[in-house]
């Protein structure tokens, strides 16, 4: 019997650890050196980041320092980031960064719901089946 010890290589342009959640809700980001503030929607959210989308266009670059603020299923998150990318000028990727352990866990339980939910929705979690005689 064959074995193949070692994980499969990633394909394509994903290169995320941390599994993202499509989400829609309103978001705030801050951009710290300007003292500017930007009203959008976060599309999507890992544990790594997430993606923010607004009707403005992102007076930014990469790597400028954020916070994102946004509430999802009844958690309230203000988070610190860096813009890692920019996809147009209304959206931009968002790297979180120097989480504390607390903000961490909030998020990490967040996406354990949106897991859930996911499950849920896709019918893969029916609850358990009874065993056939």
């Known amino acids: 019997m064959l074995s193949n010890p070692e994980p499969p290589e990633k394909t394509g342009r994903e290169r995320r650890l941390c599994a993202r959640h499509e989400v829609d809700s309103a978001?705030?980001?801050?951009?710290?050196?300007?003292?500017?503030?930007?009203?959008?929607r976060i599309l999507d959210v890992s544990l790594s980041g997430c993606r923010i989308r607004s009707k403005e266009?992102?007076?930014?670059?990469?790597?400028?320092?954020?916070?994102?603020?946004?509430?999802?299923?009844?958690?309230?998150f203000r988070l610190a980031g860096v813009v890692q990318a920019v996809h147009d000028g209304h959206t931009i990727g968002i790297r979180l960064l120097n989480l504390s352990d607390r903000k961490r866990e909030q998020l990490m339980m967040l996406m354990e719901e949106l897991e859930e939910e996911e499950r849920r929705e896709s019918g893969a979690d029916d609850g358990p089946r009874p065993e056939s005689l």
């Open 27 to 40: 978001a705030s980001v801050f951009l710290l050196d300007v003292r500017s503030r930007i009203e959008g």
């Open 57 to 76: 266009r992102f007076p930014t670059g990469i790597y400028r320092r954020v916070e994102v603020e946004f509430a999802l299923d009844g958690m309230w």
